[in-house]
T-cell receptor
């Protein structure tokens, strides 16, 4: 059984650029949630995808968008990057649009915006 | 407003001492609360949830609706308990939408 994998592990971008982060869910899981964790803070919910549809969204602007593919892997896209987007981005997978107790987290992608 | 507050950024205790990591929440509905833990160089993982009322690695947490608290306790801390602990509130059932506190670093000294 493979766990949640995220790529890349680190990324440096310039303000105004666009970025795509990727997540492969744990085997057997059909739901992916994305979180942003700024330095010294707890993770903040961005959105969740269940069976390729967005299933809940946090307080993030539309320039944060996502996709889920038929194999349940997912992408997080951020347009027009701002300095405050610098953070660790965590992906978590679960099965059946389940609640928090069944979230399995990846190691994250560290994004730096200069 | 929906909020989770962990008032201590750092809690330092000696091995064998009791531990209490504080968590207070603000939520108008019926809360579902969790404790997540992140050990050094490991992923964030679920420690326990209030509904199961179980003890994991000697830790327990009781939901107190009157005080809107969900403190994590362990009677005798071990060095391997040193980690970052996050309290989280689920605000929408059947989604992965959790509101996390800022986290408390637990340092257990020998």
């Amino acid at each position: 059984e493979t766990g949640v994998t995220q790529s890349p592990t680190h990324l440096i971008k310039t303000r105004g650029q666009q970025v795509t982060l990727r997540c492969s869910s744990q085997s057997g899981h059909n739901t992916v949630s994305w979180y942003q964790q700024a330095l010294g803070q707890g993770p903040q919910f961005i959105f969740q995808y269940y069976r390729e549809e967005e299933n809940g969204r946090g307080n993030f602007p539309p320039r944060f968008s996502g996709l889920q593919f038929p194999n349940y892997s997912s992408e997080l896209n951020v347009n027009a990057l701002e300095l405050d987007d610098s953070a660790l981005y965590l992906c978590a997978s679960s099965s059946g649009g389940a609640g928090g107790e069944k979230l399995f987290f990846g190691s994250g992608t560290q994004l730096s915006v200069l | 407003a929906q909020r989770v507050t962990q008032p201590e950024k750092l809690l330092s205790v000696f091995k064998g001492a009791p531990v209490e990591l504080k968590c207070n929440y603000s939520y108008s509905g019926s809360p579902e609360l969790f404790w997540y833990v992140q050990y050094s160089r490991q992923r964030l993982q679920l420690l326990l949830r209030h509904i199961s009322r179980e003890s994991i690695k000697g830790f327990t947490a009781d939901l107190n609706k009157g005080e809107t608290s969900f403190h994590l306790k362990k009677p005798f801390a071990q060095e391997e308990d040193s980690a970052m602990y996050y309290c989280a509130l689920q605000v929408a059932s059947n989604t992965g939408k959790l509101i996390f506190g800022q986290g408390t670093t637990l340092q257990v000294k020998p």
